[in-house]
């Protein structure tokens, strides 16, 4: 089966960094997406990776290992705005997206 | 960037009533538009996929004949829950994916989400 791996739930404090890990099982890859949802709306884009290696977009940065089935989204200098929830999606075989369950993220002062 | 409206979004109905959520392409033509309903606190579930001009792929579990998708054009797909119970009571958002990728290939724009409850 498709199984997308990610931490329910995360605690990190204003100011620091904080990396999400994702790993993933699926049939086919074509790429890995990760979204923010805070609560009560749509997720909204933040990044895509298909090759190995790092995608930095200012104080978000995206890393993906195919071969271990695995990324992480890095958050720096985090900001009390950042605490929403993080999904990380993978496009299958068929280009479906498959979901993880998110990981909200908590940012204390 | 690409944008996605919907509507209502929010929505109190009563039990057995049905209720039509139109997710409409402001900005592009969307040949493929995605249904998801989300509960409280777990990750989205895909509901169908749904192509201009046919019919829409159902998830299993997904009964076809309560969640009606209609995707009569290119800009407009809607969802009607039908004979609603309140067990349907959820977040429903739906997504399009613009034809040739737009910034970033197969990326789904999202809608604002639907708050449907049942009572």
């Known amino acids: 089966g498709q199984n997308i791996d990610q931490p329910t739930e995360m605690t990190a404090t204003e100011g620091a960094i904080v990396q999400i890990n994702c790993t993933y099982q699926?049939?086919?890859?074509?790429?890995l997406f990760w979204y923010q949802q805070h609560a009560g709306e749509a997720p909204t884009f933040l990044s895509y990776?298909?090759l190995d290696g790092l995608e930095e977009k200012g104080r978000f940065s995206s890393f993906l290992s195919r071969s271990k089935g695995y990324s992480y989204l890095l958050l720096k200098e985090l900001q009390m705005k950042d605490s929403a929830s993080y999904l990380c999606?993978?496009?299958?075989?068929?280009?479906?997206?498959?979901w993880g369950a998110g990981t909200k993220l908590i940012i204390k002062p | 960037g690409a944008v996605v409206s919907q509507h209502p979004s929010r929505v109190i109905c009563k039990s057995g009533t049905s209720v039509k959520i139109e997710c409409r392409s402001l900005?592009?033509?969307?040949?493929?538009m995605f249904w998801y309903r989300q509960f409280p606190k777990q990750s989205l579930m895909l509901m169908a996929t749904?192509?201009?001009?046919?019919?829409?792929?159902?998830e299993q579990g997904v009964e076809k004949d309560k969640f009606l998708i209609n995707h009569a054009s290119l800009t407009l797909s809607t969802l009607t829950v039908t004979s609603a119970h309140p067990e349907d009571s959820s977040f429903y958002i739906c997504?399009?994916?613009?034809?040739?990728?737009?910034?970033?290939?197969?990326?789904?724009?999202f809608g604002p989400g639907t708050r449907l409850t049942v009572t």
């Open positions: 997504s399009a994916r613009e034809p040739g990728g737009g910034s970033e290939p197969y990326e789904q724009y």
């Open positions: 900005d592009f033509q969307a040949t493929t």
């Open positions: 749904s192509n201009e001009g046919s019919k829409a792929t159902y």
């Open positions: 699926t049939s086919g890859f074509n790429g």
């Open positions: 990776n298909v």
């Open positions: 999606a993978v496009l299958d075989s068929n280009y479906q997206l498959i």
